[in-house]
């Protein structure tokens, strides 16, 4: 086997793989949240399917700024 096949069938099954646990972590927001707060004032998260990258308003006041997950309570659109 050619040097060059091996590396592309090696990208082509990682690529695979790393699908799979995008999927699943995608899946997996519509029932958990994980995010960040930092010191800028910025959020970063993932949470009911989507990436977040948001700004607080000047007048919120950040306490923690650890990771957290949580479990949102459902709204009620659902």
């Known amino acids: 086997m050619e040097l060059h096949t091996a590396i592309r069938k090696s990208v082509k099954g990682g690529g695979a793989a790393l699908v799979v646990v995008l999927v699943v972590v995608w899946i997996g927001s519509g029932w958990w949240s994980v995010g960040s707060p930092s010191a800028g004032r910025h959020l970063f998260g993932l949470g009911f399917g989507a990436l977040r990258w948001t700004t607080y308003a000047p007048t919120v006041q950040v306490v923690r700024y650890d990771?957290?997950?949580?479990r949102p309570t459902p709204g009620p659109f659902i």
């Open 67 to 70: 990771w957290f997950v949580y």
